[in-house]
């Protein structure tokens, strides 16, 4: 079975910085896990997008799949309050 490779975008660098340290770890055991199966039962389509959302507490994970090249794009991580403001 092949896994997906995951990519962060460079401003998802930046959202990280946002995030207390203690919830960094979990976030990126959950991102590491859609490299398995990247629409999992955790996962969502959102609505009117091709993105999709992962939810991890508080916060979110929105990320682009591309099938054809086995790629995951982590768009955007930040909590559940403003992840969808632009």
């Given at each position: 079975?092949?896994?997906?490779?995951?990519?962060?975008?460079?401003?998802?660098?930046?959202d990280?910085?946002?995030?207390?340290?203690?919830?960094v770890?979990?976030?990126?055991?959950?991102?590491?896990?859609?490299?398995?199966?990247?629409?999992?039962?955790?996962?969502?389509?959102l609505k009117?997008?091709?993105?999709?959302?992962?939810?991890?507490?508080?916060?979110r994970?929105?990320?682009?799949?591309?099938?054809?090249?086995?790629?995951?794009?982590?768009?955007?991580?930040?909590?559940?309050?403003?992840?969808?403001?632009?």
């Amino acid at each position: 079975m092949e896994f997906y490779k995951v990519i962060f975008t460079k401003s998802v660098k930046k959202d990280f910085r946002k995030i207390p340290k203690l919830d960094v770890p979990k976030i990126l055991n959950e991102i590491e896990e859609l490299a398995k199966n990247p629409r999992s039962s955790k996962t969502k389509k959102l609505k009117g997008e091709k993105l999709y959302r992962l939810r991890v507490g508080n916060y979110r994970v929105i990320y682009d799949i591309q099938d054809n090249l086995m790629l995951i794009f982590v768009v955007k991580v930040g909590h559940r309050s403003d992840i969808y403001r632009n």
